[in-house]
């Protein structure tokens, strides 16, 4: 019977564009699911975007547009990446999707009326990177560890969940379902984290502090708080699709969650203490991989190391990185990424590896018999070869069950290696000058053949469109849609006799020093170029809101320059005689040298004065107010009225 499986990404903040780390868990639900559709089972998949709190609102601010439409635009190129680079996903959600508003309506309305929700005043430690309150022991130094930023001390009267109701319950059931959990150290993780009391959640934020969220059903004058919001993607999309199906039943028993360490918690934690209140069942299985380092760094703009999966794509094909990724990452443990490891691996396990395989002997076959040749009895050397592919066959379910694909593809990568070894042990480019080894060549050509076809069906979950390529030119023209039995169709000795076999095209052409070099060069210059652009367009968020009578305390002027000259012995300052319409005019120290070398062009403009500023004594003189000036990335403008406008006018 078809298992009915639910593979789910984490929904990616809508604040940073896809990189590899977000790539690695998308195309790890992407690959298990084609691994589970070839094995015969039943699968759904959903990923998308997390778009409301606090984050998003600070990036929206800084680029001056709204927070939907900064989400809209974000999310936007989530989605394109993963059409562009064929990832599966059968359904995208978005947490400002209105099926999404309105399932975790009813569920905080169903929970609120349980009792599991309470009003009460509280006071924590927040940090926006997580979006959530940190305890002290999570604190290094004062700092968050993961975003090495000091969180802002929060006082507020919120809703809370009553989360620690939940805590012997759920260190229950993961002592009762020891794989709950995947790998084991952050089942551990989890435990000892549970051994300290739980305490109780605080779910909302009031509006007069972050509008940005979907409203409590219950009390108008708050949001959702971000993650009690986004954690409910998971069902809610299955609830509604984006087809306006319902698909609940159908598969959320078989709900399968990828994620990295950095949401260990509010998955393990957060997230089934709601579904026990919500009265929803549990999810079946929580997966946790570890993260992508960029050599020894952490991936990050500033370093310009980020690694995007469209520009990868374009430079070295994007399903040559998935193998990569797949087979480097040892399920749960950290690994880094590198371009040289990647050319490496690459040109040892593609180029040289299968490739070569795949050319060597189709080669051969093209130029002596243009089509495979027929069936031949095997000899101990090629059921030698067959056994280890039946032995990688047999292990390969229960890899990937448990997650220990890199195993399998390391397996595959020594059939391959093992093979190679025959044939150069059977020199078959010599027994095609003799006339009567010919079925001999046979032979030994179609065993090459016949593994290069059962590793494109093995491998065909990691690189799907290039496996698809290889089994289409061997003339494999079975499905890998779990219509045919997964055993039947990685067998050895099913390659079919007869097809026509033209010179090989390159599946896997090596990647010279050179080339790497060149496009690396490259992809880092436009990866630099891109965060120093992104660092100079940084505008200055805004700060803390000010009432109309904040504003009223501040006197602007026109003032008009009747004198202005470098201050010699200032790097920065100007002074200026600035007409207020006083009875003399007012002297001003103002640091806008750089940008004015001929400061007496300023003479005769009207200009903005703040005229209470308290005078201040300057090693120069005394400043008796302030000019106002526009800036940002390299320019500094000092501030003018257009039209007429007299000395001494008000400015409000
Ligand atoms: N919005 C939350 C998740 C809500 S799920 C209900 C969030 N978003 S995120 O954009 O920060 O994505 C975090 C996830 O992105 C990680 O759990 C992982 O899946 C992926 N990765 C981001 N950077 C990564 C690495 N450097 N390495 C591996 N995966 C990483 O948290």
Redesign the pocket.
């Known amino acids: 019977m078809a298992r009915k499986i639910y593979f ?9 564009e896809p ?4 790539l ?3 195309a790890l639900a992407d690959m298990l699911k084609r691994y589970h559709v070839l094995a015969g089972d039943d699968v759904w998949f959903q990923t998308g ?2 778009e409301h ?1 606090e984050k998003i609102v600070q990036v929206a601010q800084k680029q001056g547009v709204t927070p939907k439409q900064f989400a809209d635009g974000i999310s936007g190129k989530f989605r394109d990446a993963w059409d562009k680079i064929d990832i599966a996903y059968d359904d995208f959600i978005r947490t400002t999707d209105a099926r999404h508003v309105k399932y975790v309506q009813d569920v905080l309305d169903k929970v609120h009326a349980s009792g599991d929700i309470y009003f009460d005043e509280y006071t924590g430690k927040y940090c926006v990177g ?2 959530r309150y940190l305890t002290d022991t999570e604190l290094v130094d004062g700092k968050c560890p993961d975003h090495q930023t000091a969180p802002k001390e929060v006082k507020e009267a919120n809703y809370f969940f009553k989360m620690g109701k939940y805590q012997q319950q759920l260190i229950a059931h993961i002592e009762e379902n020891p794989h709950w959990i995947r790998p084991e150290r952050f089942r551990n993780e989890v435990l000892s984290f549970l051994k300290s009391p739980l305490e109780d959640l605080c779910i909302s934020r009031p509006k007069t502090r972050l509008e940005w969220g979907i409203e409590l059903p219950f009390d108008d004058k708050y949001v959702t708080y ?2 009690f919001d ?5 069902p809610s999309g299955l609830t509604e699709t984006s087809r306006g199906e319902n698909r609940f039943d159908q598969y959320w028993s078989g709900c399968n969650h ?6 260990l918690k ?2 393990a934690i957060y ?1 089934p203490t709601m579904l026990m209140s919500a009265g929803i069942p549990l999810f079946k299985q929580l997966d946790v ?5 960029v050599g020894e760094s ?2 990050s703009k500033s370093l310009g190391n980020v690694i995007r999966p469209l520009s990868f794509d374009a430079a070295f094909g994007i399903e040559n990185l998935r193998y990569f990724l797949f087979k480097e990452m040892k399920f749960g443990a ?2 880094s990424f590198t371009y040289d490891l990647f050319v490496e691996r690459y040109n040892s396990d593609l180029a040289n590896g299968l490739g070569n395989l795949l050319a060597r002997n189709a080669g051969l076959v093209a130029k002596n018999f243009g089509a495979i040749p027929a069936h031949q009895p095997l000899t101990d050397a090629e059921n030698a070869v067959a056994a280890k592919a039946k032995e990688v066959l047999d292990a390969y379910r229960s890899n990937f069950e448990s997650r220990q694909f890199a195993k399998s593809i390391e397996d595959v990568c020594a059939l391959i290696g093992e093979t190679d070894k025959y044939i150069t042990l059977m020199e078959p480019w010599k027994m095609a000058k003799d006339e009567s080894k010919k079925g001999d060549l046979a032979r030994v050509l179609r065993c090459g053949l016949e593994v290069c076809r059962v590793a494109a069906v093995l491998l065909s979950p990691v690189m799907p469109k290039k496996c698809a390529e290889i089994l289409e030119y061997l003339g494999e023209k079975r499905p890998l849609d779990g219509s045919v039995a997964l055993e039947e169709l990685a067998a050895f000795g099913a390659l079919a006799d007869g097809i026509e076999i033209d010179k090989p095209p390159r599946f896997f052409p090596r990647i010279d020093e050179a080339a790497l070099s060149q496009i690396t060069e490259q992809m880092m210059a436009e990866a630099d170029a891109a965060a120093k652009a992104a660092a100079q367009r940084e505008i200055e968020p805004i700060k803390e809101q000010i009432t109309i009578d904040d504003f009223a305390k501040v006197q602007l002027k026109v003032g008009r320059v009747v004198e202005a000259y470098p201050v010699e012995k200032a790097q920065k300052l100007i002074r200026l005689m600035v007409d207020v319409g006083e009875e003399n005019p007012r002297q001003i120290f103002a640091g806008i040298k750089s940008h004015y070398p001929r400061p007496e062009k300023l003479i005769g403009q009207n200009v903005i004065v703040v005229a209470n500023l308290k005078p201040r004594e300057m090693k120069f003189g005394l400043s008796e107010g302030m000019v106002l000036a526009a800036s940002g990335d390299d320019r500094l403008v000092a501030a003018t009225v257009l039209g007429a406008a007299e000395p001494g006018d008000g400015i409000s």
């Open positions: 789910t990404t984490p929904i990616y903040y809508v604040n940073a990189h590899i780390g977000h690695y868990t998308t975007t997390d709190g997580c979006e971000v993650w986004a954690l409910l993607n998971y990828l994620i990295a360490k950095d949401i509010t998955h997230w991989h570890g993260y992508w380092m952490k991936m950290d690994s």
